[in-house]
């Protein structure tokens, strides 16, 4: 017969098990399932959606405002009004395309509010963005020596123009050739029109071609 000690070091080894289980459980769920397991009552399943998201949002809004410290503050708080306000998601629409506006939105506060005040300089967008969930990738392990220094110089000649273009362009600029948005997500991210998203990706590249040409001569 197990003792007092024994049986609670045992019930504590079995619900660290069924934590790990439920875990990897939420994990296998979209997003929409997900939302509804929180609503439900799973606080696991907000942990889930956090992973999922932190660094897809910490990566988008670094590259926004080149502050990497800055933008996590902006992730948390984006967190913190999903928190809030998750019951109010419409399960009809995108989970990704909700959240990203969010934090699209915060985004652009803090580059209006730096704007507002003289003392802040506009940072350019700053060097080592990580590759994940983007479509342009910098390294590979194939390449030579020589081929990464070309492709990393690049890179920051990428960095330095894009931190060139108008906030307005340079907003869809990111989320559609670093996020590898669609137009649609793109429109209801920023809340314009798809003929304006189109617009001003169109000019963002034509200005971002223009500022990177001389730059790669």
């Known amino acids: 017969m197990l003792n007092a000690t024994e049986s609670r070091r045992l019930e504590g080894s079995e619900s660290r098990v069924d934590e790990r289980t439920l875990r990897a459980n939420l994990k296998e769920l979209d997003d929409a399932a997900l939302v509804a397991e929180y609503l439900d009552g799973r606080r696991h399943a907000f942990h889930e959606l956090a992973e999922r998201y932190h660094t897809r949002l910490l990566n988008f809004i670094y590259r926004t405002i080149g502050d990497r410290d800055r933008a996590e503050d902006l992730v948390q708080e984006t967190f913190v009004r999903v928190y809030r306000h998750l019951h109010r998601f419409d399960p009809t629409k995108k989970f990704s395309t909700w959240i990203y506006t969010i934090a699209s939105n915060l985004a652009k506060n803090e580059l209006r509010n730096r704007s507002r005040n003289p003392l802040v300089l506009f940072q350019a967008i700053k060097k080592h963005w990580e590759a994940d969930h983007r479509p342009l990738q910098w390294e590979d392990s194939s390449y030579s020596p020589d081929d990464l220094f ?68």
């Open 150 to 217: 070309r492709k990393r110089h690049l890179r920051e000649q990428v960095e330095n123009a894009v931190a060139e273009l108008p906030e307005h362009h340079r907003v869809v600029f990111v989320l559609r050739e670093m996020e590898g948005k669609t137009y649609e997500e793109i429109s209801e991210i920023t809340g314009v029109t798809l003929g304006t998203v189109k617009s001003r990706l169109n000019r963002a590249r034509n200005k971002f071609a223009l500022i990177i040409g001389p730059m790669l001569e």
